[in-house]
């Protein structure tokens, strides 16, 4: 860099060393999710559930409405908190168990997603990576939790990171 250069600062996520257990990232803005999402993501993935489609069939159901996809719901809640705490730092997703939604998410709620580290170690088999166990909460605008979800993370290092980054 010279002199009249200006520092460059890329976003990413956190790194396995930079990770707390116990501590409440919470992941904002929210996500206002919209019937163009819903009907899209449901038709793109061949989901035809009238729960999600029909309006007037979904009307007479226990809701009184439609519902918004589920995997949208979990997709988005995951999605959220990569700017924070994965991008660029994740070698892998290993897995999410432990899915549940115990409320419904309708079109027109704002999803707000919080996630905190339950449990990390350094990986016995991959030097300078590590597995890190996170529990996403998705809430909408009222608190309600809509959606729940345990993922495990194969993350980098710091130092490890960078130094594969310098070798290629």
Known sequence: MTENSPRIVEQRGLYFDELEEGVVYAHKPGRTVTETDNVLFTTLTMNTQALHLDAAWSSAQPFGQRLMNSMFTLATMVGQSVTQLTQGTIVAQLGLTDVTFPHPLYHGDTLYTETVVTGKR???????????????????????????????????????????????
Do not use: E, F, I, Y
């Open 122 to 168: 350094l990986s016995s088999s991959r030097p300078g990576q590590g597995l890190v166990t996170m529990q996403h909460t998705g809430r909408n605008q009222s608190g309600d939790v809509v959606a729940l979800a345990t993922r495990t993370c194969l993350m980098w290092t710091q130092a490890a990171h960078a130094d594969h980054v310098s070798k290629q």
